[in-house]
């Protein structure tokens, strides 16, 4: 007997840019996406981002989590977690919770992690900050470096 549970949620897709096909202007997607051709444009992804070893991408990027592995010029904002594989090459600025770069990876712009807590922004932007930083705050960590890997 077949058993109907209307309670389960459908599998999640993935959407596929393919090798070889170039896309110009906006993509928004709930579910997960695979870029292993080329965008120019903006990406907004309710899922998880992947930029295959092969894949391009010029513009911005927003998403919950991204593995990158691929070539991205531009911005890339993620809300929790973002892989760079051995193979990844960033240049622009990176915004997210948590970063993880693999050996090899290449990274030339800024990178700003973490949350601050909203009481210590204001008053670093008062320029109190030196006593009014919570205990348990998460720190905000933001620089501009190269990461290049020689042989």
């Given at each position: 007997?077949?058993?109907?549970?209307?309670?389960?949620?459908?599998?999640?897709?993935?959407?596929?840019i393919?090798?070889?096909?170039?896309?110009?202007?906006?993509?928004?997607?709930?579910?997960?996406?695979?870029?292993?051709?080329?965008?120019?444009?903006?990406?907004?992804?309710?899922?998880?981002?992947?930029?295959?070893?092969?894949?391009?991408?010029?513009?911005?990027?927003?998403?919950?989590?991204?593995?990158?592995?691929?070539?991205?010029?531009?911005?890339?904002?993620?809300?929790?977690?973002?892989?760079?594989?051995?193979?990844?090459?960033?240049?622009?600025?990176?915004?997210?919770?948590?970063?993880?770069?693999?050996?090899?990876?290449?990274?030339?712009?800024?990178?700003?992690?973490?949350q601050?807590?909203?009481?210590?922004?204001?008053?670093?932007?008062?320029?109190?900050?030196?006593?009014?930083?919570?205990?348990?705050?998460?720190?905000?960590?933001?620089?501009?470096?190269?990461?290049?890997?020689?042989?």
């Amino acid at each position: 007997m077949a058993r109907n549970d209307s309670s389960a949620s459908p599998p999640t897709q993935i959407n596929l840019i393919a090798a070889g096909t170039t896309l110009e202007g906006t993509i928004s997607t709930k579910d997960d996406i695979r870029v292993s051709g080329q965008l120019k444009g903006t990406l907004k992804v309710e899922g998880k981002a992947i930029i295959a070893q092969e894949g391009q991408v010029e513009g911005e990027v927003f998403a919950v989590d991204a593995d990158v592995a691929g070539f991205l010029k531009g911005e890339i904002t993620i809300k929790e977690r973002l892989v760079l594989k051995s193979t990844a090459r960033i240049e622009g600025s990176i915004k997210t919770t948590r970063l993880i770069v693999e050996e090899g990876a290449i990274i030339d712009g800024t990178c700003r992690m973490g949350q601050l807590d909203p009481k210590r922004a204001e008053a670093l932007k008062a320029g109190d900050g030196a006593n009014t930083a919570p205990k348990q705050a998460q720190p905000s960590k933001q620089g501009t470096f190269s990461m290049l890997t020689g042989d």
